[in-house]
C-alpha cells in the first residue's frame, strides 16, 4: 500500500503483559514517529528516527517503553509490563525528513488502539 | 502544560455557521500547520503556514499565521457536516526533531 500501515488495529492486554506495536512507514521516508494520544486529545510526541542517526527518545514517558527501527524501515514499539495508564492509541507517521527544513509533511497512519484492562 | 493551546476544546454549531479555531503559544515556531483527525484515523494535513502573518485559503478554510510566528487561527465559513472532526495544530522548529502538536479542538456542525 501506498500510506503508512500499522498492527494490529486494536490491542486489548491485561496489566502487567508485554505488547508490541508494529509500524511499516511509506517506502523511502527516512524519518518515522511514535505518537500516543488520549482519547479525543493531541498527540503526545515519544520517539523519533532519522536515518542512521541515534532515535530521540525524549518523549518515552518511561523505562517500559522502548522503539526500534530495523533496516531503517519496519519500526516496533513495544511496552512491557503494561499498566491501564498506557490505554491510549498510539500513532505512527513518517517523512521524508532533509536537513535545515522549515517544515515537512507526516503521514499517520491509523493508529492501534491499546486498552490494558 | 501545552506548549501550543488550542481554544476552545469543543465547539457544536449548525450547518451554514462560522467558526474560528485558535492556537497560542509563547513560543516562536519555524512553521505551523494544522491537520484534522476523524474517527479511527490518523491526522491528515490541511496546511503548513511558515511566514508570519501568512494567510492561506483552502476552499471554506482559512489559515493564518501570528505575525510574530506564535499563534495561528484557522476559520471555516459556511461549516457543513463534513467538516466535523478533531482539529489540531502543530509547531515545528527547524532545531528541533518534532513536531508539537496543541490538544486538539473537536469540531461538530450539525444539519
Known amino acids: 500500500g501506498a500510506g503508512v500501515s500499522q498492527s494490529p488495529s486494536n490491542k486489548v492486554t491485561e496489566k502487567g503483559k508485554d505488547v508490541e506495536l508494529r509500524c511499516d512507514p511509506i517506502s523511502g521516508h527516512t524519518a518515522l514517529y511514535w505518537y500516543r494520544q488520549s482519547l479525543g486529545q493531541g498527540l503526545e510526541f515519544l520517539i523519533y528516527f532519522q536515518g542512521n542517526s541515534a532515535p530521540d527518545k525524549s518523549g518515552l514517558p518511561s523505562d517500559r517503553f522502548s522503539a526500534e527501527r530495523t533496516g531503517g524501515s519496519v519500526s516496533t514499539l513495544t511496552i512491557q509490563r503494561t499498566q491501564q495508564e498506557d490505554s491510549a492509541v498510539y500513532l505512527c507517521a513518517s517523512s521524508f525528513r532533509t536537513s535545515g527544513v522549515l517544515q ?9 488502539r491499546l486498552l490494558v484492562l | 502544560t501545552q506548549l501550543l493551546e488550542q481554544s476552545p476544546q ?3 454549531i449548525q450547518e451554514g455557521e ?3 479555531v485558535y492556537c497560542n503559544s509563547s513560543s516562536v515556531f519555524s512553521s505551523l500547520q494544522w491537520y484534522r483527525q476523524e ?3 490518523g491526522p491528515v494535513l490541511l496546511v503548513t503556514v511558515v511566514t508570519g502573518g501568512e494567510v492561506k485559503k483552502l476552499k471554506r478554510l482559512t489559515f493564518q499565521f501570528g505575525d510574530a510566528r506564535k499563534d495561528s487561527s ?3 465559513t459556511a461549516a457543513q457536516p463534513g467538516d466535523t472532526g478533531l ?6 522548529k527547524a532545531a528541533g526533531n518534532k513536531l508539537t502538536f496543541g490538544g486538539g479542538t473537536r469540531v461538530l456542525v450539525k444539519p
Request: charged fraction near 5%; charge should be negative; proline fraction near 7%.
Open chain 1, 104 to 112: 515537512e509533511t507526516q503521514y499517520f497512519g491509523p493508529g492501534t
Open chain 2, 10 to 12: 469543543f465547539l457544536s
Open chain 2, 18 to 20: 462560522n467558526l474560528t
Open chain 2, 39 to 41: 474517527p479511527g484515523e
Open chain 2, 74 to 76: 484557522l476559520h471555516i
Open chain 2, 87 to 92: 482539529y489540531l495544530c502543530a509547531g515545528f
